[in-house]
């Protein structure tokens, strides 16, 4: 089994991650060398913890190579996109990795928030592309949502489920929805907790601890926005929005202010809280 990871940013070195502490040859393809050896320090890094903390007795990070040539794909079993969240760029490469790829390969996208269907259209093969949806942060977070797109082949659709079992996983099936399963519910949800903290003029620490303390949340929905990323948050939002025309999931107006002033959260330095 080889895995292809197409962007190696939070999500794709997350999904990369995975695959070498699962045993599997991974190649992960990135825009740049600097990039892609970024995102090979990142994963030695969290690795190297779980050894230290007992949770893994070794791992073997030459399982991984890194590459800036998608052409370096071909013989993949399965490449799992994890680029800009846009759905020109997505389309544009799954039909690159149409023609790169083996006719046998499965095409799987971590889209979180656009349609798998309008992607596969961009190729002449799309019973062999599926949705794999990862959560942030993908090594964390157990929850993989596999989507069947309109075409997706039952093939295609099993392959992509066994690899999220092989990746340690808990998959789910799903159909081709606006915002799946959980995000369909979640952004609303979020939309809702930023609005709070306006009608209720309720400090954001004072609304992460309500969640956490009175809902059960593991985390804030302040500090999960923040983690997410405001830009991610408010761009999902916005798709969201587009596709099913419900006031809760358009992005907040102080979202997207705050997306605007580059106060993107954790990654930024600065979001709701400043890090
Ligand atoms: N990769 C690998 N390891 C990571 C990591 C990453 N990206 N991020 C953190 N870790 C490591 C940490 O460094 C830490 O190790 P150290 O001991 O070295 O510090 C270890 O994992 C555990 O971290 P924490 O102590 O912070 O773990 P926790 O028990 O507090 O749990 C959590 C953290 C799993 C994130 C938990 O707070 C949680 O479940 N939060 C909710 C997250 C959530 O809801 N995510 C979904 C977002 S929505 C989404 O993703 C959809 C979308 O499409 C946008």
Redesign the pocket.
Known sequence: MKVGVVGLG?MG??IA?LCVESGVDTVGREVTAELGERARE?IGH?LT??V??GQIESFDLSLLTTTTELADLADCDVVIEAIVEELEPKRELFSELERICRPDAVLATNT??LSVTEIAAATQSPQRVVGM?????????PLVEVVRAELTSDDAFEQAYRLAETMGKHPIRCHDTPGFV??RI?LPLLNDCVRVLDEARVSVDDLDAGMKHGAG???GPCE?ID???ID??VH?SEALYDKLREPRMAPPPRLVAMANAGLLGRKSGRGFYTY
């Open positions: 939070a070195a997350g991650q990142r969290f913890r779980k230290e903390k979180s928030a949806h990862f959560f942030n942060p993908a090594p964390l977070m959980v995000n979640l949340w593991p985390m999960l983690l997410v990323g991610v948050h999902a």
